[in-house]
């Protein structure tokens, strides 16, 4: 055979991707899986009042009296007959629906029954125990009953009439089934809980002690003002002489790229602010004197609702075909970084007529947006829902239908009940095409990572796919992992060299429950992954790693051991 001079093919992706979980934000106070599965525990039990079971969990804040109304309208009395509003459920929906005549408050009761099914998932949370005060095994139950009922279209069997009143001894339940059907309505219903407890949370945060943003608004803007510099630093380079480099990953593509196990949009909301500002007085460069403006890329096709608009229209966020065509021929100069949701979220939409994804985020450029999470069904005082169609006006003023939210494609109505959001559950297959377009491009993106950092992510055990797509690349030696998770050990990086003789340290000296607080299970499942050597940590708590500023980021995102010449200025 004949040697060719074709060359060759690399194409560049990012360098370091962070997985962002839960224990990330777990200091701005947003409920962590376990503390969510406990709360929809709690509200199911049968020895309280729904009132005070909502206000012990502390976990709606703003919402409680709604939510009682919303909940008891949709059937809490397990002695009740399902198909028959009692008295208590009709004083319910009367306060609900008090905007609107008799028959649109039973006809719209009707409805949201038939969306969201309390009564079926209350009696699935009976059936299931609570094992060791562990709040994430219970909801990745929960889950996984009723998603096999569904995919499987059978039936659960779960028990009839509970308790004949509180304070009373218990009757002998008989038993039912409950059909495919109610088992989706449960599911919408637990779905809606999740989400009113992550917003709820926030809000609380940001009215009650809006300081704790303030690191995490730093660190967006120190990952701006890198990929800032880091365009510059390209930019000087001397291959930038040919017109084709701008339109080239090399040029454009950030070498970050972060991957969010949340389903919240925080993180994502504060990095938009943060380009924006970065945007607002961008430095020149090029061989045409362009600003350089840094954008999102999502991986798939999905409109953004405009933020500081008075219409549902629509901003299309770039990606790499607009950066690679605009770069091209100079009209601007753009960078891209890859922000993942895997498993969806909250602020995401599926439109069922059109079948296009779009994304709400705040009503105004700021921050701490008062109108960052949609709102849930029903009116509250928290949530800061504004219609910006006639369409959008008519149905919360007609039908109570607060969520509603236009699709800005094809102009069809999108409520709470059309959130893609793939949950903790074994059943992971059944989610729409733009999630599995989502998770393709990030299997490939972490295949060629030099260094991934599982920031407040514990590599969980169900989560059977990450884990997979990681322990495909054990035999590769090239690739170096940062586990920043825990909150007890010491505010420094405990080196690849020494983590090893740290863990069997603490394991000798803390008691067993101790070990979550100090990052044993997550370390020990990423040196299993990676390799003994090729793993550190940081145990001292989030934001702590990052207080130090830009260098602290730096060191997070660029370690010597995965980056020997460091982060390019």
Wanted: glycine share 6%; charged share 25%.
């Amino acid at each position: 055979m004949t040697k060719t001079n074709l060359p060759s093919y690399n194409l560049n992706w990012a360098e370091t991707t962070i997985f962002w979980g839960a224990g990330a934000t777990s200091s701005l106070k947003l409920p962590t899986t376990n503390e969510m599965g406990k709360i929809v525990h709690r509200l199911a039990a049968t020895d309280d009042l729904l009132g005070k079971k909502i206000k012990k969990t502390e976990a709606f804040n703003g919402i409680e009296e709604e939510l009682e109304a919303f909940l008891c309208l949709l059937g809490d009395d397990l002695n009740s007959d399902y198909g028959i509003f009692s008295e208590k459920e009709k004083v319910a929906y009367k306060k609900i629906f008090s905007a609107l005549s008799p028959e649109r408050q039973i006809s719209q009761a009707v409805y949201w029954r038939t969306l969201y099914d309390w009564d079926a998932l209350r009696r699935l949370i009976l059936k299931i125990p609570l094992q060791n005060d562990d709040g994430a095994q219970f909801l990745l139950d929960l889950y996984n009953i009723i998603d096999g009922g569904i995919m499987n279209h059978r039936g659960v069997e779960v028990g009839g009439k509970v308790e004949k009143k509180i304070g009373e001894d218990k009757e002998e339940a008989s038993l039912f089934v409950l059909e495919p059907r109610r088992l989706t309505g449960a599911r919408s219903i637990l779905n809606l809980l999740l989400q009113m407890m992550m917003a709820c949370a926030y809000y609380k945060t940001e009215k009650g002690d809006p300081t704790l943003f303030d690191p995490y608004i730093k660190l967006a803007d120190i990952l701006a003002e890198l990929m800032q510099r880091e365009g510059r630093y390209r930019d000087s380079m001397a291959v930038h002489k040919n017109p084709d480099f701008y339109s080239s990953r090399e040029f454009y593509l950030f070498s970050y790229a972060i991957v969010s196990m949340n389903f919240d949009p925080i993180l994502l909301w504060l990095i938009f602010n943060a380009h924006k500002r970065k945007n607002d007085k961008a430095p020149r460069i090029g061989r045409y004197n362009q600003e350089l403006k840094l954008f999102h890329d999502f991986s798939i096709f999905m409109g953004v609702r405009r933020v500081d608009g008075d219409s549902p229209a629509v901003w299309y966020p770039f990606n790499e075909t607009v950066a690679q065509r605009v770069n091209g021929y100079q009209q601007r100069v753009t960078r891209i970084g890859k922000f993942y949701f895997p498993h969806g979220s909250t602020n995401f939409r599926e439109c069922i007529h059109c079948g296009k994804l779009s994304m709400t985020l705040g009503n105004e450029w700021r921050d701490l947006s008062d109108s960052l999470f949609p709102s849930p069904p029903f009116k509250t005082e928290l949530f800061q829902s504004k219609p910006r169609s006639k369409e959008e006006a008519e149905d919360q003023e007609q039908r109570n239908q607060y969520d509603a939210i236009q699709c800005p494609f094809c102009g069809h109505m999108t409520y709470s009940t059309d959130i893609p959001m793939v949950m903790q559950t074994s059943y992971k297959g059944n989610h729409p095409s733009f999630i599995e377009e989502i998770q393709r491009d990030l299997k490939v993106c972490l295949e060629k990572s030099r260094h991934i950092v599982l920031m407040g992510y514990s590599l969980p055990k169900d989560d059977l796919v990450w884990r997979s797509v990681l322990v495909a690349q054990r035999n590769d030696n090239k690739k170096f992992c940062s586990v920043i998770v825990g909150f007890k050990g010491p505010k420094k990086w405990i080196n690849s060299r020494e983590l090893a003789s740290w863990v069997v340290k603490i394991k000798e000296e803390k008691k067993p429950q101790e070990y979550k607080a100090y990052g044993i299970p997550a370390i020990e499942s990423a040196i299993a992954i990676f390799g003994e050597g090729r793993v550190r940590a940081y145990t001292g708590g989030v934001p702590n790693v990052w207080e130090g500023g830009m260098q602290d980021v730096i060191d997070m995102l660029y370690p010597v051991d995965a980056f020997p010449s460091g982060f390019p200025f």
